[in-house]
């Protein structure tokens, strides 16, 4: 048993630090603390990475529960919109007890540092991630000239 009252308050200071412990750990994927489990960056933004070789540029987006036929890509020149939505229903004949994965849409838009030939661009969707592959024009691909 406790001898002295510095025992309890030993006791009540461990079990508040593994209240905030389990609180943090949990705070992310509990919706009811307040803080929002979110699939995008801010503004339902989908996370990309951007990269270029001499001849493309690739962007590998993060779309996760998207459907092809809800994305929309435009490109005009060196600018590039990527835009789709997601909707939240439960299957047919359930009813909802609780839902994370709420409704959303976004549109990203990104200035490319070189025009896109239109034509040639390869969109694919695999697994939530969106792959983008953007041929440069001839004017801005780079070459390399040899001196003499």
């Known amino acids: 048993m406790f001898k002295r009252l510095s025992d309890i308050d030993s006791l009540f200071a461990n079990m ?9 750990l949990y705070s992310d ?7 929002d489990y979110n699939w ?11 990269y270029e070789d001499s001849d493309n540029f690739g962007i590998l987006a993060e ?7 809800d994305l929309h890509l435009r490109i005009q020149g060196n600018y590039l919109e990527i835009s789709g939505t997601r909707d939240s229903d439960a299957p047919e004949g359930y009813k909802i007890h609780r839902t994370e994965r709420g409704s ?3 549109s990203r838009s990104l200035t490319l540092p ?14 939530g991630i969106l792959y983008l592959t953007l041929p440069k024009t001839e004017t801005a691909k780079t070459t390399k ?3 003499k």
């Open 63 to 69: 779309v996760p529960g998207i459907a092809k036929e």
């Open 16 to 24: 508040s630090r593994l209240r905030s412990r389990l609180n943090s």
């Open 40 to 50: 995008a960056t801010e503004g339902n933004m989908p996370k990309i990475c951007f």
């Open 104 to 106: 959303v849409s976004f």
């Open 29 to 35: 994927f509990d919706t009811s603390s307040g803080l």
């Open 145 to 147: 000239i040899l001196i």
């Open 114 to 127: 070189a025009d896109v030939d239109a034509a040639k661009v390869d969109a694919t969707l695999k697994n």
